[in-house]
Each structure stands twice: as structure tokens, then as C-alpha cells.
């Protein structure tokens, strides 16, 4: 039977073949033009199809080993090109084909609970009080203009402010009049806080991120405050939950909401400054306090932070140092080509400080190094380390907003009186997550490549910062040579 049914299916195949063979021989050879033409239509789209696929496989594949090239690439040109907020970098950071953070363990101790704190202050050995100046001379080249939130100091003021006496008043900001102020609750919550945790977002590029691992006792014993403007409230209240407390104050979590009404200045960055530096200004009853970025997760104990950054090492003021660059011209150069600021302005920022005798870093300076990361600030709230925070705010409001190129400066200008401990970079990157902002940052001023252009769009000048970058400089900086900058690492 089964012979049968192979023999009858061997059959019909052998009559289909001599039907094509009889149909092929009676068409002269030829097969039908539509016949012919549907093959080389299918075969051609197919590999058309197929051609496509792998030109675009190549070019993603381009992009993605150029991303990564960029990303590690000592090339400023190339290395500027590389967004790690980017997807693209998330993605290939979790497949292991970035570098990791540059981190290291951190002695901290075992256990918050355990934890000792000093009963006492630290002793006031140089600055016994200090005071401020709180009304703006507003009298400028003899005209009067309305109140600045840093005031109108004068170069000689300035010069002044650095000859350390034990009673010093100086310009630290919050000039009647001059913005950024606080809610009568919010000034009432935080006269309680003692040892706080701060933090800032402004113009909305941040969402508040809750910290972890915080223990019980930290909970109870810091505020944390989130300092923002009205922009970036209202961006948080439309994009997270934001409750009320007892106290009458908004709150995202652990974070306490801040609002400093009508900014003091137009740059974002700027604004940002006055809760960073001035935190001794906003918080006055804090004794202690731990700023970190908007755009960072805490993920260690504040207290495990005080006890390894200050009280072991009997410190006031603790600062990462920078991981790439030793001396603020190295810095500059960066900023520069990264565009973080007007080129000219950094330029003449440099000039000034190089003409009052700031050197580039070397190891006979007694100094880890002149540049910080800024993103983390530990402090005990010393009468000469507000002293020190002042004199930083007072640069930051005179010249560019890059709080880095100040602060080896004032470090420098206060002659060894400033003692800190500038921990390593390994660490700083251990003690935080960091998240992308939410969008970029820019300005109309960061694009600047010649003073010129300020000539041809007045708009471009900040109105109520900087401006000692405008005002005429008692020296001659025509002369004035930057040192030059080996440009060994990449332009972040």
C-alpha cells in the first residue's frame, strides 16, 4: 500500500515537470516577461531589504563605539561631545562598557547610634566675632542705583576683607532690599535646626531626590532643607508629591521645601551660589552643615559624615579635591572650552587674580590643590569659616559664577589663617548617586567669545552680578600673562 501511494505521488510530480518543460519548449525557451520580472522584483527587494539593514545596524553600531570613544577621549574637541545624562550613556555604562566612577571606600564608622558628638564648639582662635554688613551703599560712580543682594564693595572693601583680625564686618550678602527671602515660617522652622542637611534646585533643572540609608537618629537630628525659587516649586509641585507639614511648610519626602522669593540675580547658576556658600546666612542656628548639589542622592548617613570629614580628624571644614585639575587656570581653561561662561569674562576673572599674585598649583603651595568639587561642602560653622564662606560669596558675586575658580583664591588670600581638609576624590564619588538634570542648562552670556559682542547686545551683561568684571580695575592687566595650561585631562 505504501508503495502504492510513493508510486502516485512520484507520478504527479513527473507530470507537473513535463507540463513546465512542454510550456518552456513551446514558448521558444523563454520563460513569460511577467513570470521573469516577478523574480527580479522579489530578489531584488530582498536584497535591498537586507542591504539596508545592515548599513543601519553599521551606523548605529558607529555611533554607539564613537560615544564611547568620545566619553573616554583626552581629545577637548571630542571629549566635549560626550553627554553622560545621556540615555545613550546610561545604557552603555550598564552594559560595562564606560569606565565606572572613579570611587573608593569610605572609612566611615560601623554605626550612627554609636557615634559621639563633641558637646563643645570648636575654639575660636583667630575670628572671635564676626559681623556684616547689612545696607548697601548703593552709590555708584555717583549715581545711585537700586540695593544688590551682595552689595556695591568697593575694591578697597574687598582688599580689606582679607586682613583677618579677631571682629571683622564685611560683605556677606543679604543686603536690605536685595532679594532672596525667606517665608516668615520658613524662618521660624529653621531657628530650630542645629545640624542641617542642604541642598538647592533652581530654574526647574532638578527634582528632589530622597536620600537612603539614613538612620533613625539622623532623621530625628538634621533638617533637611531643599532651597528653591519659584520656578522650580512649581515645576516640583506638577511633577512629584508634595505634602504639608506640621510646621506649616511644604515637603517632598525628607526634604524640607525652602522658598527664597524674587531672586537676586539673573544668571540661574548665580542664584544658586547664596544657598551653597551662604549657608550660614540662610540657617543661622546650624552648627553644623552638609550641602550637597540638587542633582545628588545622598546614600550615606550624615552623621557617619560629620564623624569621618570633621570630628576625627578634629576639622571645620571639609571639601573633595577636584579629580582632574590642580590649579584654577587648569579650571578655567575647561570652563572655557565646556562653555560654562563667557570666555572673555573668564579671561579677565584669571587676569585679576594672577596680577594679585595667584600662582598655578605646585606642592610647595602646602595645598592638596586650588580646585575643589564643589558638589559636597562639610562644615562646622566657625566664626572663621563664615568668615571664609563670605569672602567665597563675595568673589562669586563679583566676577563669574564658577564658584571653583574662587576658591583656592581666597584660600590663598587668607594666608594659611584657613585650615581644611580636602579629602580624596574617590571618596566624594562613594558618599552620592547622581542623577541627570532634567534638562540642559544654557545662557545667552556662555556663548560669548569677545567683549565685543557685550558692546553690540547690552542684554547679553548680567544686570545685578559680575560686575566687578565692568567696573574699572585699579591695575594695569594689559600686561598680564596667564600661565599656561597642559591640557592633560578631559574639558569636564
Not at 519659584?230 to 504639608?244: A, G, P, R
Given at each position: 500500500m505504501d508503495n502504492d501511494f510513493e508510486r502516485s505521488v512520484s507520478s504527479r510530480a513527473a507530470r507537473r515537470n513535463q507540463q513546465q518543460q512542454a510550456k518552456y519548449i513551446l514558448s521558444g525557451g523563454k520563460l513569460s516577461q511577467d513570470y521573469t520580472m516577478r523574480i527580479i522584483w522579489k530578489r531584488g527587494f530582498i536584497r535591498l531589504a537586507l542591504t539596508a539593514g545592515i548599513i543601519w545596524m553599521l551606523i548605529i553600531l558607529t555611533v554607539l563605539l564613537f560615544h564611547v570613544w568620545s566619553c573616554q577621549s583626552s581629545v577637548a574637541f571630542f571629549s566635549a561631545l560626550c553627554s553622560k545624562d545621556s540615555k545613550v550613556f546610561g545604557m552603555l555604562n550598564t552594559m560595562g562598557l564606560m569606565k565606572p566612577l572613579h570611587r573608593c571606600t569610605i572609612p566611615v564608622a560601623d554605626d550612627p547610634n554609636k557615634v559621639v558628638i563633641p558637646k563643645r564648639k570648636s575654639p575660636e582662635e583667630v575670628v572671635q566675632h564676626l559681623s556684616y554688613i547689612m545696607e548697601d551703599n548703593s552709590a555708584s560712580n555717583g549715581s545711585q542705583s537700586p540695593p544688590l543682594f551682595g552689595g556695591h564693595q568697593t575694591w578697597q572693601q574687598r582688599d580689606e576683607s582679607f586682613k583677618v583680625k579677631p571682629t571683622m564686618k564685611v560683605h556677606c550678602g543679604f543686603m536690605r532690599g536685595g532679594g532672596a527671602e525667606m517665608a516668615p515660617a520658613d524662618i521660624k522652622y529653621v531657628k530650630k535646626c542645629r545640624f542641617v542637611v542642604a541642598s538647592g534646585i533652581f530654574d526647574g533643572y532638578d527634582t528632589p531626590h530622597q536620600s537612603s540609608n539614613i538612620s533613625k537618629r539622623?532623621?530625628?537630628?538634621?533638617?533637611?532643607?531643599?532651597?528653591?525659587?519659584?520656578?522650580?516649586?512649581?515645576?516640583?509641585?506638577?511633577?512629584?508629591?508634595?505634602?504639608?507639614?506640621?510646621?506649616?511648610?511644604?515637603?517632598?519626602?525628607?526634604?524640607?521645601?525652602?522658598?527664597?522669593?524674587?531672586?537676586?540675580?539673573?544668571?540661574?547658576?548665580?542664584?544658586?551660589?547664596?544657598?551653597?556658600?551662604?549657608?550660614?546666612?540662610?540657617?543661622?542656628?546650624?552648627?553644623?552643615?552638609?550641602?550637597?548639589?540638587?542633582?545628588?542622592?545622598?546614600?550615606?548617613?550624615?552623621?557617619?559624615?560629620?564623624?569621618?570629614?570633621?570630628?576625627?580628624?578634629?576639622?571645620?571644614?571639609?571639601?573633595?579635591?577636584?579629580?582632574?585639575?590642580?590649579?584654577?587656570?587648569?579650571?578655567?581653561?575647561?570652563?572655557?572650552?565646556?562653555?560654562?561662561?563667557?570666555?572673555?569674562?573668564?579671561?579677565?576673572?584669571?587676569?585679576?587674580?594672577?596680577?594679585?599674585?595667584?600662582?598655578?598649583?605646585?606642592?610647595?603651595?602646602?595645598?592638596?590643590?586650588?580646585?575643589?568639587?564643589?558638589?559636597?561642602?562639610?562644615?562646622?560653622?566657625?566664626?572663621?569659616?563664615?568668615?571664609?564662606?563670605?569672602?567665597?560669596?563675595?568673589?562669586?558675586?563679583?566676577?563669574?559664577?564658577?564658584?571653583?575658580?574662587?576658591?583656592?583664591?581666597?584660600?590663598?588670600?587668607?594666608?594659611?589663617?584657613?585650615?581644611?581638609?580636602?579629602?580624596?576624590?574617590?571618596?566624594?564619588?562613594?558618599?552620592?548617586?547622581?542623577?541627570?538634570?532634567?534638562?540642559?542648562?544654557?545662557?545667552?552670556?556662555?556663548?560669548?567669545?569677545?567683549?565685543?559682542?557685550?558692546?553690540?547686545?547690552?542684554?547679553?551683561?548680567?544686570?545685578?552680578?559680575?560686575?566687578?568684571?565692568?567696573?574699572?580695575?585699579?591695575?594695569?592687566?594689559?600686561?598680564?600673562?596667564?600661565?599656561?595650561?597642559?591640557?592633560?585631562?578631559?574639558?569636564?
Open positions: 539622623s532623621q530625628r537630628l538634621f533638617c533637611f532643607l531643599m532651597v528653591v525659587d519659584e520656578v522650580s516649586l512649581d515645576f516640583i509641585k506638577s511633577n512629584v508629591t508634595v505634602t504639608e507639614d506640621n510646621d506649616g511648610g511644604q515637603r517632598v519626602g525628607i526634604w524640607r521645601l525652602i522658598l527664597l522669593k524674587h531672586q537676586p540675580y539673573d544668571e540661574p547658576r548665580r542664584n544658586g551660589k547664596v544657598p551653597k556658600i551662604l549657608t550660614h546666612r540662610l540657617f543661622p542656628q546650624a552648627q553644623y552643615s552638609i550641602w550637597i548639589d540638587g542633582k545628588m542622592e545622598l546614600i550615606v548617613d550624615p552623621l557617619l559624615i560629620l564623624e569621618r570629614y570633621l570630628w576625627r580628624g578634629k576639622h571645620t571644614f571639609a571639601i573633595a579635591q577636584h579629580k582632574h585639575h590642580l590649579s584654577i587656570y587648569e579650571e578655567a581653561d575647561a570652563n572655557k572650552r565646556r562653555k560654562r561662561y563667557a570666555r572673555p569674562l573668564i579671561d579677565l576673572h584669571m587676569k585679576i587674580y594672577r596680577y594679585e599674585g595667584m600662582e598655578s598649583w605646585n606642592p610647595n603651595k602646602g595645598t592638596v590643590s586650588d580646585v575643589p568639587e564643589g558638589a559636597i561642602i562639610i562644615r562646622e560653622h566657625t566664626a572663621l569659616n563664615n568668615l571664609f564662606s563670605c569672602l567665597w560669596f563675595n568673589e562669586v558675586n563679583l566676577f563669574t559664577p564658577r564658584d571653583q575658580l574662587s576658591f583656592g583664591y581666597v584660600v590663598y588670600r587668607l594666608g594659611g589663617t584657613f585650615k581644611l581638609f580636602m579629602f580624596p576624590n574617590c571618596e566624594y564619588n562613594s558618599i552620592f548617586i547622581l542623577h541627570p538634570h532634567t534638562r540642559e542648562h544654557s545662557s545667552k552670556v556662555e556663548w560669548v567669545k569677545s567683549l565685543d559682542e557685550f558692546k553690540k547686545k547690552a542684554d547679553l551683561k548680567e544686570s545685578r552680578g559680575g560686575l566687578g568684571l565692568w567696573s574699572p580695575y585699579p591695575g594695569n592687566l594689559d600686561l598680564v600673562v596667564l600661565p599656561p595650561v597642559p591640557r592633560t585631562s578631559k574639558a569636564g
